[in-house]
Each structure stands twice: as structure tokens, then as C-alpha cells.
């Protein structure tokens, strides 16, 4: 009854969740033969090759180059270094020791002070020692593990303080490393526990330990009934598999693991090769275990273009018509492109400033027009009334005529003060006249004109 309530608590995604895992560990579980899992897939790629083509899948792998070890004593080594709390932070090297045994101490105060187990290498315990501990030894230690045959490296940090009060000795746990705090003259064991097999055991058979092997999965077919291509070992032995035709087009490098290089070459690719290709690199020593997959899809042939026979005639070599052209250079043509937007402001500024300019020399224009034309409207000559000329009647006496021309004189200057400039030059040219008419030489020839005639 209490998993019928379970049940029915789980959510209906969840379940979901549940399925899609289940699926997912189905489809990817590892192909037929091996029994230690298929790897870490860490790349994917897509190929394309035409039909008639060769292809090669790359996989490589420095971590897989196989290189045995004559120095069994130095392929594995632990280190103890000390980062000091003083102001200068220095880190100096405390001890090592080798897979061997052999163990080496860097300062000569610290003899016969710390040591570490000889027997390390076997059980997995690196833990320092430190007796008659002093002031001087706080600080944070590190202990360092590596492995030059299997490129690893892993390191543990201790924290190490010393007090003078018994009462404040302890063991804690700050977040990121451990912390003893030490009472001084006192023995301590800064811990440094790793049983990994890499660690404790040794490289026994180790060309049988590294094995490289390729499988393809057809369009179609799931992953655990992949088809097995090739085996190859450290040792030089190769396992092929499937059909003849298949082992003779597929094939690896017999140097592959001189050089880290285990790329899969397939000759005369045809449409039945396609699928998807898995390299397997297993180092089951250094616990190495990574897949690279590849998708391989098979294109058309590439058509090749034959050239037609032609009627043309063949030249020796020192007859050629040829032999004699001169070379012709080609043609450069040098175009500058703008490197700034600048440049496009710069242009739009110019523009903007010719037709500013343009639209002031309209508008100066059509101004004095204006005023051009209203000047023609206030001096109309049609609109000027000109006075009656003065006339002059010759009758009896000269007095008279002199008493008109004084009288129509000052007609015409009194009429001048009211019109316009313009006028006024008119006026005075009538004026002139009228003078000329009333002056004393025309006043005597009236008289002689009167006088009786003797004749």
C-alpha cells in the first residue's frame, strides 16, 4: 500500500524524465565486448566524401603513445611543498619519494624530523610525519601526486597551525581543506590517503593494457549491435573483422601508438560504407577510456572533365609561336575605400553647404527684384503732370511781357517745392527756357521790332 502511494505522488513528468533515461541508457549502452564500458564520448564530427573517393577518419590521442618504462622507480612520484603565512608567502619543497622507496629531504633541519611511510606506494598512504613540531612548520601544505607515464596529476592541501595552549589543539574542516592545529613539541600526521590501482600497483603487462579498437553502426542499426572493424594492441598485435573486402579497404597505422595517431583510412568509398564510425582508446592502466565519433555520409561522384582530342599541330619545344610574346602586365586598378564613417559626414557637409549657399544667392535675387520694381511703380512717367508752359503775348509795350515771365517764373518755382526730385530737374530745364525767352537781348529786339521803319 505505502509504494501504491509513492506511485502516485510521482508527477507525470518525472515519470516522463524516467523513460527518456531509460531510452537514452538503451540506445548508448556499450557495444558487444566490452564488458568495461564504451568510453567518454569527447568529439563528434560530420564527414562527406564522394563515391570512388578516400577518406580518413582522424582520431588522436598523445595520452595513448605508448612508451615503456625501463625506470619503474620514477614513473610515479609524491611531493610535500610548503606555502609559508609569513609576509613573503615563500614555497619551498619539503620531500619526495618515488615508487622505489627512495625518499629525499630538501633541508637539512628537517632530518630525521618528517618521513613518510616506504610502503606508500603500495597501501595508497602518503601522509606525512612531523615530530617535535615547532613555530616554524605552520603553513599550508600540499601534497602532490604524479604519474609521467599516465600524464596525471593530483594534489591535497592540509593546513597546519601551532599553538602553545593545549586546551586549543584541534582537528576542523573549513570549507576547502583541513586544519590541525598542533600543540608545540608535539608529533602530527598531515594526511595523504590514495588507494587508486594507478597509485598502488605496478605496470605489469602494460602492452596489453592499451588497446585501440573501431566499430560501425549502419543507418538503421542500434549501437550495441555495432559491427567490430579493427583491434590493435601496444604490442603490434591486430585483430581484423567482418568480410575480406572490408579488411583490405579499412586499415590503421602501424605506428599508431609511436605516434598518437589512429586514424581509420577507408579506400573506394561506396554508398554501403556510410553510418556512423566509433574510435575506441581504452589505456586500462592509466584508466584512460574516451570515444570519438564520426558520421560518414557518401556523396555523389564527382564527374571529371575529359579533354577532346584536337587537329591543332604540335610544336617542339624550340618552335613554339609563342616563345617569342612578350608579357604583358597585367592591368592594376587601385580603389581607395573610406576607413572611417567620417568621411561620409564630411561629403554630406559639403552638399549641405553648396545648397545653403545657393538657396542665398535666390533669396539675394529675388530681393532686388522687389525693390527694383517698386522703385519703377513710384516714378511713373505717364503719372507726372507737367505745369502749362508760360506764353508770351507781344502787345504794345515790353513792360508787360516782362511782368508775365516774372509772374509765370514764380508759378513754376512755387509748383517745384511739391514734386519729386525728378520733377524738379524737369522744372528747371523748363525754367532755363523760359529764361532764355525773358532775357535782356530778347526785350531789345522786341523794341526794334516796334520801332517805325524809315524806309
Request: proline residues 6%; neutral net charge.
Amino acid at each position: 500500500m505505502i509504494s501504491d502511494m509513492k506511485n502516485s505522488a510521482v508527477p507525470l513528468c518525472a515519470r516522463a524524465l524516467f523513460l527518456a533515461q531509460l531510452l537514452a541508457s538503451f540506445l548508448f549502452s556499450p557495444a558487444l565486448g566490452q564488458n568495461d564500458g564504451s568510453g567518454v564520448v569527447v568529439a563528434t564530427y560530420n564527414i562527406s566524401a564522394p563515391q570512388g573517393s578516400q577518406a580518413e577518419l582522424q582520431c588522436h590521442s598523445q595520452r595513448m603513445v605508448w612508451t615503456q618504462d625501463r625506470l619503474k622507480d620514477r614513473q610515479r612520484v609524491v611531493h610535500w611543498d610548503l606555502l609559508r603565512s609569513g609576509p613573503d608567502h615563500a614555497m619551498e619543497r619539503v620531500i619526495d619519494m618515488f615508487s622505489a622507496g627512495d625518499q629525499r629531504i630538501y633541508n637539512g633541519y628537517n632530518q630525521g624530523r618528517i618521513n613518510m611511510s616506504k610502503t606508500a606506494f603500495k597501501d595508497g598512504n602518503f601522509s606525512l610525519v612531523i615530530k617535535d613540531v615547532a613555530m616554524s612548520d605552520k603553513g599550508i601544505y600540499s601534497c602532490n601526486l604524479h604519474h609521467h607515464y599516465c600524464h596525471l596529476y593530483e594534489s591535497i592541501k592540509v593546513q597546519l597551525n601551532v599553538t602553545r595552549s593545549a586546551r586549543k589543539e584541534r582537528r576542523f574542516w573549513d570549507g576547502q581543506k583541513a586544519v590541525f592545529v598542533v600543540l608545540v613539541g608535539g608529533t602530527v600526521a598531515l594526511p595523504c590517503v590514495n588507494r587508486r590501482p594507478i597509485w598502488t600497483e605496478g605496470n605489469s603487462q602494460e602492452d596489453q593494457q592499451q588497446v585501440v579498437h573501431w566499430d560501425r553502426q549502419p543507418p538503421g542499426v542500434r549501437h550495441d549491435r555495432a559491427d567490430r572493424l579493427i583491434d590493435l594492441y601496444a604490442s603490434g598485435e591486430r585483430r581484423h573483422y567482418g568480410p575480406l573486402f572490408v579488411q583490405q579497404k579499412m586499415n590503421i597505422s602501424a605506428t599508431a601508438f609511436s605516434q598518437g595517431d589512429f586514424s581509420l583510412t577507408i579506400s573506394d568509398i561506396q554508398p554501403l560504407d556510410q553510418g556512423l564510425y566509433s574510435c575506441h582508446l581504452h589505456h586500462h592502466y592509466c584508466g584512460l577510456h574516451e570515444r570519438r565519433i564520426f558520421q560518414l555520409t557518401v556523396m555523389p561522384p564527382v564527374p571529371q572533365i575529359t579533354q577532346e582530342p584536337t587537329d591543332e599541330p604540335q610544336y617542339l619545344p624550340n618552335e613554339e609561336p609563342n616563345t617569342n610574346m612578350v608579357d604583358v602586365p597585367p592591368h592594376v586598378i587601385n580603389v581607395i575605400l573610406p576607413e572611417q564613417r567620417n568621411h561620409f559626414l564630411q561629403q554630406l557637409g559639403y552638399i549641405l553647404a553648396i545648397l545653403l549657399l545657393l538657396a542665398l544667392v535666390v533669396l539675394a535675387i529675388i530681393l532686388l527684384t522687389c525693390h527694383r520694381k517698386r522703385q519703377g511703380l513710384d516714378f511713373d512717367p505717364r503719372k507726372v503732370e507737367s505745369p502749362p508752359l508760360p506764353t508770351v503775348t507781344y502787345v504794345g509795350h515790353t513792360s508787360c511781357v516782362k511782368k508775365e515771365c516774372e509772374r509765370s517764373i514764380t508759378d513754376v518755382k512755387s509748383s517745384n517745392q511739391e514734386e519729386t526730385k525728378l520733377d524738379y530737374k524737369n522744372n528747371l530745364l523748363k525754367e532755363a527756357e523760359m529764361s532764355k525767352l525773358c532775357s535782356p537781348k530778347a526785350i531789345d529786339l522786341d523794341r526794334e521790332m516796334e520801332k517805325p521803319s524809315w524806309k
